[in-house]
């Protein structure tokens, strides 16, 4: 079996880095890659760990104004804080990707466009610059050498499970993704393989990003529009009945999971009822990502030699998802 993910981060190296956009494409209906160079020094990161950006530009102005006010009337505002809609927060996101080089290092983000903050990254152009917090949160915890890696992303969940194929080399995994539809999944689709059925769970190699570190993908659609005819839960449960079925096997499998709450619950399930080990990467709104807000709280079971005397007389603890996560092993999650 492998070991406990990390409760800690595993570098307490973090500070804010000026980022200059590469590339900023659109790869499916509502997802953007977006690739930022970082300077030399950037510190080290692990799949699982996460940056947060900020989704706005910063104020060439900060000198305070008055306003003149006639009551009985609106005021006249001018600071476009005031007049509509602008992500004040940084938004966390996870790494999908990462390279060194020479000149620094290019990390990739995955964002769908869903509000003010990650419409504002969608216009970004090459040569632009952002302001990037990081790196975050704790680490996925990689299988044995003769391990297997079950990595299962849906929507927004998929970029993490990127960035862990890339360390995997060596190593035997297969990639389970799903989306509501085809043009909503946040990859490279391929010609090299054949169309999947919709009831196969096959495994192929139709995902560039998977397969460019030899990780084949089984990718599911709720309607059908490519790949399993399905959830995502489904089609894993599946595979793990028709090829994950000796105690041997089980033993040294690991389901990675991220996504939509609903499904990595269902995952977890599908794992433990089957004595598999999980580590899922939970999402929480975080306005910090460093454990100053606390507003990413997360509920789980009290573990003595872990907590010490915290909440004592109680079996569960309150963690945060920045700090203590964001991954978590799915024995200890109170969802």
């Not at 996870?94 to 080089?101: I, T």
């Not at 460093?290 to 005397?309: A, E, F, H, V």
Request: with cysteine; glycine share 8%; proline share 7%.
């Amino acid at each position: 079996m492998t070991s406990q993910p990390n409760s800690t981060s595993p570098s307490n190296r973090r500070d804010v880095f000026d980022a200059t956009v590469v590339e900023n494409t659109s790869i499916c209906r509502e997802h953007f890659r977006l690739v930022l160079r970082l300077p030399v020094g950037f510190p080290d990161t692990f799949p699982g760990q996460f940056v947060q950006v900020a989704c706005t530009d910063a104020p060439d102005d900060q000198t305070d104004r008055e306003i003149e006010w006639v009551e009985g009337t609106f005021p006249r505002f001018e600071h476009d804080a005031l007049l509509g809609p602008v992500a004040t927060l940084r938004r966390p996101f996870s790494l999908a990707g990462r390279a060194d080089f020479t000149g620094g290092t290019d990390l990739t983000l995955i964002q769908r466009t869903v509000g003010a903050g990650t419409n504002w990254l969608s216009t970004l152009k090459p040569g632009d610059v952002v302001s990037v917090l990081g790196p975050l949160g704790n680490r996925f915890t990689l299988p044995t050498d003769n391990g297997i890696a079950l990595l299962v992303g849906g929507g927004v969940g998929i970029p993490p499970m990127l960035y862990l194929a890339e360390k995997l080399v060596g190593r035997k995994a297969v990639a389970f993704c799903g989306a509501t539809t085809l043009d909503l999944l946040p990859f490279t689709l391929t010609d090299d393989a054949p169309k999947p059925a919709a009831s196969s769970i096959a495994p192929l190699y139709n995902v560039r990003e998977f397969a460019t570190h030899g990780v084949p993908a089984l990718l599911s659609t709720d309607d059908g529009s490519y790949g399993y005819h399905g959830y995502v839960t489904q089609a894993l449960e599946q595979y793990l009945d028709a090829w994950i079925t000796d105690n041997a096997d089980r033993n040294r499998a690991v389901v990675y999971t991220c996504g939509p709450e609903l499904m990595m619950r269902r995952v977890a399930d599908i794992a433990m009822r089957r004595n598999i080990q999980c580590q899922i990467a939970v999402e929480r709104a975080m306005a910090c990502g460093m454990g100053t807000c606390q507003s990413c709280c997360i509920k789980l079971k009290r573990d003595p030699k872990r907590d010490g005397n915290a909440f004592a007389g109680k079996d569960w603890i309150y963690k945060l998802a920045c700090t203590d996560g964001p991954i978590f092993q799915a024995t200890d999650l109170l969802w």
